[in-house]
């Protein structure tokens, strides 16, 4: 048997950010090939802020998939409610976080993923890649012994 490569990781956000004390576990495991498509979904969301919040129908669908995918392929548990009733840890409750919520969480998912903090281009001031911003790591599932 070889190593296991599955790995998942309790984001933590800073004083002051609006899910500050929140917990959220997510999954790092993930195919390369599933990662860079919903970086591509991220980026589409991210311009149309950039652009004034120019949601085409296209940007509007890559949102939506974007939430749905990202709920159901890394989500692993949260604590978050809204209105009082928690939030289920899936697609339909990322569809129901507020807009900024959910682009916070998948920035700081990525973060754990990349070690690049979110807002980051990856070089410190010294040019060293920057620390990324906290995220506790769980203990990898013990490998059964060769």
Same mark, same amino acid.
């Given at each position: 048997m070889g190593f296991e490569v599955t790995q998942s990781a309790t984001l933590v956000f800073e004083e002051g950010?609006?899910?500050? *004390? @929140?917990?959220?576990?997510?999954?790092?495991?993930?195919?390369? #090939?599933?990662?860079?498509?919903?970086l #591509?979904?991220?980026r @589409?969301? %991210? &311009?149309? =802020? &950039?652009?004034?919040?120019?949601?085409?129908?296209e940007?509007?669908?890559?949102? =939506? %998939?974007?939430?749905?995918?990202? *709920?159901?392929?890394?989500?692993?548990?949260w604590d978050l409610e809204?209105? *009082?009733? $928690?939030? $289920? @840890?899936? +697609?339909? +409750?990322?569809a129901r976080l507020p807009a900024q919520a959910a682009l916070s969480l998948f920035k700081a998912w990525n973060a754990a993923v990349t070690g690049v903090p979110p807002n980051s281009d990856g070089a410190s001031e010294n040019g060293e890649p920057s620390e990324a911003p906290p995220a506790a790591m769980? $203990?990898?599932?013990?490998?059964? @012994?060769s």
């Open positions: 950010h609006r899910l500050h *004390g @929140a917990t959220v576990r997510v999954s790092l495991d993930m195919e390369l #090939r599933e990662y860079t498509e919903l #591509r979904l991220a @589409a969301w %991210e &311009a149309s =802020v &950039a652009d004034d919040g120019d949601m085409t129908p940007r509007l669908d890559m949102v =939506v %998939e974007l939430t749905e995918r990202f *709920g159901e392929r890394v989500l692993i548990e809204k209105n *009082g009733e $928690p939030l $289920p @840890a899936d +697609g339909s +409750g990322m769980d $203990p990898p599932s013990p490998s059964p @012994a």
